[in-house]
């Protein structure tokens, strides 16, 4: 009975390490199965209390799952030809059920976070013109993002339908909603007036003469005749063309003004290269006042016009740097952080200038929090240490025994399973890469385990800074990794090191899941010099949400 139970211990205890091993390859070649590697791992994981047991005997395994990963990363992909056809492409079947979407077509619908099977299911496709049966013009409306869309709808050729059989018909699309920055490029380009403007956007609308008349309250012949004054202004022939040369405008207005937007969101910003060692480092540095210099997640110095404004409406200074390798800052070999810390902290002091507010969001705060403790053992006089969404240290990996799965899972990989964390960000990496479906799966993974960053994400502003931030982070992955490494094991040293001369304050999320705030009040009750601000959120996305209020925290702390 003795052995009889002895074989049975073994073979519970092996089986999630054999499972672990076999959905490592699998994942390997199929990256959409990674949630599937990482439930082994939480099964893994399982089997040892607080991280404990070895996973020397899973490592050859998984070295070679990311060498087959990496190998199939680095395959060059011959483009279809959905992707070689230049304008956005929408493929569906004869149901009208999407099969695929090119990159252009993404490209257009991702800033309305769109899922185009729902999109186009939902959509009222109402004929704008073209009575040839082969080639139908449609406007689309109706669907989640409320938007609307010009498609020409088009046989689907047969090299397509090589390699999507069922392939039916293409819509090569176009956006073609209204705003008053379109209207006010009408009037001043065209000098339409405001009756004709009205006419204008209820055919770039796709309502027919007579749904505008209907619409508008003006009879049949007062629309037709402003149709015709609308036909003279910008040369059109026909309606079809009228509708065809407003489309192509309404296209060239969002490219222009949305560049505008950029270049307002940026005044004021000045960029400068660092020079040391042959190696350059690209600098952000604007705004007047007290210094603060700022260390960002992994990537480009900030992530939104937002957050900028806030900060320099606080009255900061911001030195902000690229981390090496990012932006048009020189790669160095290995650790990026280590790279900073190397070559350009002196330079950043003194371009800082005196007595600088140190400050990191998420894993930049442990860069910063390094950063701040060099700085004063070189005998920099510093404002303080702030770190936004960055969370306690991680002093014991008992502390995770009640953390979240996935904040369990990635902090004890760090600490006992590197390989797995590589082979688990190589994997949901290729799988982001792959289209805008990946895409949705992973923002949607990283934000699932809170409800309020869920909410979130709904809007576009913020699906687009947690996309923006996975892309970055799946060009990185080994940095990520090296991150995520620092984030999950004992940095106390850095931060207590800097408690003993000068001020640090915590700002977060009052329910963060990934690092609880009740470790951060924890370790400010054992440090008189220690304070925290709770935001009045759930989520990680505090600096996105509430970047008023956080450099409002900064600035009271300074003072």
């Known amino acids: 009975m003795r052995t009889e139970g002895t074989s049975d211990s073994v073979k519970n205890k092996t089986e999630p390490a054999l499972d672990l091993v076999a959905i490592a390859y699998k994942v390997a070649i199929d990256p959409s199965r990674f949630e599937e590697l990482l439930t082994s791992w939480d099964q893994w994981v399982g089997t040892r209390p607080s991280g404990e047991g070895e996973f020397s005997e899973l490592l050859p395994d998984f070295l070679s799952a990311i060498d087959a990963s990496e190998r199939l990363s680095e395959?060059?992909?011959?483009?279809?030809?959905?992707?070689?056809?230049?304008?956005?492409?929408?493929?569906?079947?004869?149901?009208?059920?999407?099969?695929a979407t090119n990159a252009a077509a993404e490209l257009l619908l991702a800033e309305d976070v769109l899922d185009t099977d729902a999109f186009f299911a939902q959509s009222r496709r109402s004929a704008v013109g073209f009575s040839d049966s082969?080639?139908?013009?449609?406007?689309?409306?109706?669907?989640?993002?409320?938007?609307?869309?010009?498609?020409?709808?088009?046989?689907?050729?047969?090299?397509?339908?090589?390699?999507?059989?069922?392939?039916?018909?293409?819509?090569?699309?176009?956006?073609?909603?209204?705003?008053?920055?379109?209207?006010?490029?009408?009037?001043?380009?065209?000098?339409?007036?405001?009756?004709e403007i009205k006419v204008a956007r209820a055919l770039l609308e796709g309502r027919t003469a007579q749904e505008a008349a209907s619409d508008l309250g003006r009879s049949l012949a007062t629309i037709r005749s402003h149709i015709k004054t609308l036909l003279i202004k910008t040369g059109a022939r026909r309606q079809t063309e009228l509708v065809q040369f407003l489309t192509i405008l309404r296209q060239v207005s969002s490219v222009v003004h949305r560049a505008e937007r950029q270049v307002?969101?940026?005044?004021?910003?000045?960029?400068?290269?660092?020079?040391?060692?042959?190696?350059?480092?690209?600098?952000?540095?604007?705004?007047?006042?007290?210094?603060?210099?700022?260390?960002?997640?992994?990537?480009?110095?900030?992530?939104?016009?937002?957050?900028?404004?806030?900060?320099?409406?606080?009255?900061?200074?911001?030195?902000?740097?690229?981390?090496?390798?990012?932006?048009?800052?020189?790669?160095?070999?290995?650790?990026a952080s280590d790279a900073l810390m190397q070559i350009w902290l002196d330079q950043l002091l003194d371009l800082a200038g005196d007595k600088p507010l140190i400050a990191g969001h998420r894993?930049?705060?442990?860069?910063?929090?390094?950063?701040?403790?060099?700085?004063?053992?070189?005998?920099?006089?510093?404002?303080?240490?702030?770190?936004?969404?960055?969370?306690?240290?991680?002093?014991?990996?008992?502390?995770?025994?009640?953390?979240?799965?996935?904040?369990?899972?990635?902090?004890?990989?760090?600490?006992?399973?590197?390989?797995?964390?590589?082979?688990?960000?190589?994997?949901?990496?290729?799988?982001?890469?792959?289209?805008?479906k990946g895409q949705e799966t992973?923002?949607?993974?990283?934000?699932?385990?809170?409800?309020?960053?869920?909410?979130?994400?709904?809007?576009?502003?913020?699906?687009?800074?947690?996309?923006?931030?996975?892309?970055?982070?799946?060009?990185?992955?080994?940095?990520?990794v090296r991150d995520l490494e620092k984030w999950g094991r004992d940095w106390s040293h850095d931060l207590e090191l800097v408690g003993a001369q000068a001020p640090v304050l915590f700002v977060q999320g009052m329910k963060h899941h990934f690092l609880p705030m009740e470790n951060v009040a924890r370790l400010c009750e054992q440090h008189k010099t220690m304070r925290y601000v709770e935001l009045p959120i759930s989520g990680q996305l505090a600096l996105y949400e509430f970047p008023k209020e956080v450099a409002e925290a900064c600035r009271s702390f300074t003072n």
């Open 363 to 436: 894993e930049g705060g442990i860069l910063a929090a390094r950063v701040a403790a060099a700085s004063l053992n070189a005998g920099h006089d510093i404002a303080g240490l702030a770190l936004i969404s960055t969370g306690a240290p991680v002093r014991d990996v008992a502390q995770l025994d009640n953390a979240p799965p996935s904040v369990r899972r990635s902090f004890l990989a760090a600490h006992f399973a590197r390989a797995a964390l590589k082979l688990g960000y190589s994997a949901a990496a290729r799988l982001f890469q792959s289209g805008r």
């Open 134 to 195: 082969a080639q139908k013009l449609f406007r689309l409306g109706g669907g989640p993002s409320r938007r609307s869309f010009l498609a020409l709808e088009i046989p689907a050729t047969a090299a397509i339908a090589e390699n999507y059989p069922g392939a039916h018909s293409m819509l090569l699309v176009s956006l073609m909603d209204w705003n008053e920055e379109f209207e006010s490029e009408l009037v001043e380009r065209l000098a339409l007036s405001t009756a």
């Open 75 to 99: 395959a060059k992909q011959v483009p279809t030809a959905l992707e070689r056809v230049p304008s956005p492409a929408v493929l569906m079947d004869t149901s009208g059920r999407v099969l």
């Open 264 to 335: 307002v969101g940026a005044q004021g910003v000045q960029s400068t290269l660092l020079a040391n060692r042959g190696a350059v480092l690209e600098v952000t540095d604007y705004g007047q006042g007290r210094p603060l210099l700022y260390f960002t997640t992994s990537s480009l110095p900030w992530e939104t016009s937002a957050v900028r404004a806030a900060f320099a409406d606080a009255g900061f200074r911001v030195i902000a740097p690229c981390r090496p390798g990012f932006g048009r800052s020189t790669r160095e070999d290995g650790d």
């Open 442 to 480: 992973l923002v949607r993974f990283f934000c699932h385990e809170c409800p309020r960053d869920m909410a979130l994400i709904e809007q576009s502003d913020y699906f687009e800074i947690v996309r923006g931030n996975l892309s970055f982070c799946f060009e990185h992955t080994y940095q990520i």
